[in-house]
């Protein structure tokens, strides 16, 4: 059991270039969910996933793109990176409903923007 | 406009004392709490959480307190060992909207130092 996997660890971007950051899980969860930690601010939502084929807008969503691939695979994408981009994201899954916030969180991707 | 705040970005104990991290929150309607703990270079993990119904849960050496009149909930580590060392992040949810869907709010965190 892999819990939840994030592709690539590590990643530097020239502004105006684009990626797209991968998370798996195995835990057959319904919900999935993209944040984003800066110093000082704790983890910030940018998208979620409720279900299958379902997203919606986190609180700081501009300059992103996600997909909900299958139920296993939720994907981030900037399309035109920007500095203030410089973070590092977490990807997570949870059960979903509202019995269940547990959120299980993947590793991490440091993404440096110049 | 953080709705859950951890005024304490750092705290150093010694070993064996206790740990004592707060966390104060702004929105009423939140009524699930949550801590996890993060090593460097790695996701985060959940550790405790806390129904709004309860003012108390314990877990081995970790209780959270939950003063909902004072919007205020605390992590109490005793005691304290070298690998509690991390960072303490504070959460929050409110489970009974029904458009939740598991969405929640991070506090800024609090790095804990236990020392020998």
């Known amino acids: 059991n892999a819990g939840v996997t994030q592709t690539p660890k590590f990643q530097v971007l020239k502004t105006g270039q684009s990626m797209t950051l991968q998370c798996a899980q195995d835990?057959?969860?319904?919900?999935m969910y993209w944040y984003r930690q800066d110093p000082g601010m704790g983890l910030r939502l940018i998208y979620y996933?409720?279900?299958?084929?379902?997203?919606d807008k986190g609180e700081v969503p501009n300059g992103y793109n996600v997909s909900r691939l299958n139920k296993r695979e939720f994907s981030l994408r900037l399309e035109s990176a920007a500095p203030s981009q410089t973070s590092v994201y977490f990807c997570?899954?949870?059960?979903?409903?509202?019995?269940?916030?547990?959120?299980?969180f993947g590793p991490g991707t440091r993404l440096t923007v110049l | 406009d953080q709705q859950v705040k951890q005024n304490s970005p750092s705290l150093s104990v010694q070993e064996g004392r206790i740990s004592i991290l707060n966390c104060d929150y702004t929105?009423?309607?939140?009524?699930?709490f949550l801590w996890y703990k993060k090593y460097p270079a790695e996701g985060p993990t959940f550790l405790i959480s806390i129904s709004s119904i309860k003012d108390k849960n314990e877990d081995g050496r970790f209780t959270v307190f939950l003063n909902k009149s004072a919007k205020h909930l605390s992590l109490h580590i005793v005691p304290s060992q070298p690998g509690d060392s991390a960072v303490y992040f504070c959460?929050?949810?409110?489970?009974?909207?029904?458009?939740?869907?598991?969405?929640?709010?991070f506090g800024a965190g609090t790095q804990v130092v236990v020392t020998p």
């Open positions: 997570a899954s949870s059960e979903g409903g509202s019995s269940y916030n547990e959120q299980f």
């Open positions: 929105n009423s309607m939140f009524d699930y």
């Open positions: 835990m057959n969860h319904n919900s």
């Open positions: 959460a929050a949810s409110e489970r009974g909207r029904a458009d939740s869907w598991g969405k929640l709010q």
């Open positions: 996933s409720a279900s299958e084929g379902t997203t």
